[in-house]
């Protein structure tokens, strides 16, 4: 897979719990040996199940593979209960399939490996899940889910939480112009993305103040300027299958595939929502919106919204447009779902129904299960990612963007830094003579990590805070609006 780190970053993180450091922000073996604090950026979330999986004994690729398995297996728990919401058993149950194995899901987790973003498309749904309990009027209940929900596909990846945001803002104000109590419901949906803020605080106010000290900036442009890396419409539709990269134009070597069938069960939807409107409006409604959604996330895949893409200044972060596949995969799976309530609406014969059910379920699989297949097999052990020499180099020259700007990085494996290092957690400038006074009981560090701010202690109270606000909420200790 593109991102040839995962384990190394596993293990790194296992040592760091092992050591009873909570939270985790500094790896001491990457950045050529300095160790740098690359969990005050990169999204945790992941990385502390795959740690704690690694601490009772299970080597750095099995935990990793762990952490994919959970991570698949998730995302079709939560899109199941989120299509049981909207559309009834048999909806979640397709609409959980049809997230499952969509394409784009495919090459998150055997092309390009990206955990983060592959576990933050488990908790999507539960974001939405949450807002839709509280228009529902199960506020304590939905409000949990919801900002739990959030707060995991932030410390999942922040990319992710970005691109989230609006999608589940605009799906706040569809509950909103549907409900008749907007006011109290408009405080409880800004109470689930404050809470949701609130818990994920320890990770991202670090991440936002202290960016601007590492080469993080360095991301964003050149090979990863979004300009170069729009869907071309075909592409949706039919795309060679590849485990290369994005490059400019049509032909790429990783393929962008919406999926045939959840385009076509996606027309579907809308065409069996638009023929049964007058006669179920309010059934019908949320279909449609669904519709507007996944129509706006594919939107955002083509080059004709650049325009958006040049006036958003966080969207240059997103690096690549096709980022949005997983929201079209999660809006477009949710229309598959849609589909088995409306048959109900169609077909009387429960036989029928049932039969189509399952034929689509034997469809996906046939279509679609061939995608989640390794390019090969290698063999490279736990040693090819955790012995000292390859963290220090092969490893750390993979992903060095987290070390402070200017660094000297090293040329080649003999330049390697092997001296002594102490991170000191202070913005003040200490001294050669401080340093020995500093240090007269230990051995004298080579070189000096220093933190620019003490943001840290400051964002722990802050997650702390919203941990107990959880709390009491769910003992009922905390009256709501």
Known sequence: MHDDTQPSRVFEFSKQLSAGVIPVRWVPDLGYGYGYPIFNFYAPLAYYIGGFVSIFGIGAI?????????????????????????????????????????????????????????????FIPL???????????????GLIIGSVGFCGVILSHNLSAIMLSPFLILFMGYLLFESKNKAALSKYFGFLIILGLLLSAFYW??????????????????????????????????SQWGFGGSAPGCIDGISFRLGKLHILFSA?????????????????????????????????TLQPSQFIWDNFPYFSYLQYPWRFLVFASFFSSLLAGAVFSQLKSLIDDKR????????????????????????????????????????NWNISKISDEYLPKNIHKPKSPNDVFSGIVAYVPTAKIITVENQKILFENAKKPDAIWFSQTSIEDTSNIVTLAGILVIILVIIGRMPLL
Request: aromatic letters at 16%.
């Open 62 to 122: 099995d935990s990793t593979k762990v952490i994919m398995v959970l991570g698949f297996i998730g995302s079709s728990i939560t899109m199941y209960f989120l299509g049981k919401e909207f559309f009834g058993k048999k909806g979640g149950i397709i609409s959980a399939i049809f997230y499952l194995y969509a394409p784009y899901h495919a090459v998150q987790l055997y092309v390009r490996g990206d955990i983060a973003e592959f576990w933050a498309y488990a």
């Open 352 to 391: 029928i129904v049932k039969g189509a059910f399952l034929a689509t379920i034997a469809l996906v699989f046939a279509v679609y299960l061939k995608l989640f297949s390794p390019q090969y097999l290698n063999q490279k052990t736990d040693v090819d990612y955790t012995s000292k020499q390859n963290l």
């Open 268 to 300: 579907i939807a809308l065409a069996i929502s638009v023929y049964l409107y007058k006669k179920e409006k309010e059934k019908n409604k949320l279909t449609l919106f669904l519709c507007i959604c996944l129509l706006l996330s594919v939107f955002l």
């Open 205 to 238: 106010l670090p991440a936002v103040t202290e960016a601007k000290y590492t080469n993080v900036l360095s991301q964003i442009g050149g090979s990863a300027d979004f300009h170069n890396h729009f869907v071309c419409p075909v592409q949706l539709w039919e």
């Open 127 to 141: 974001a939405f899940l949450g807002a839709y309990k509280i228009f529902k009027n199960e506020k304590t209940q």
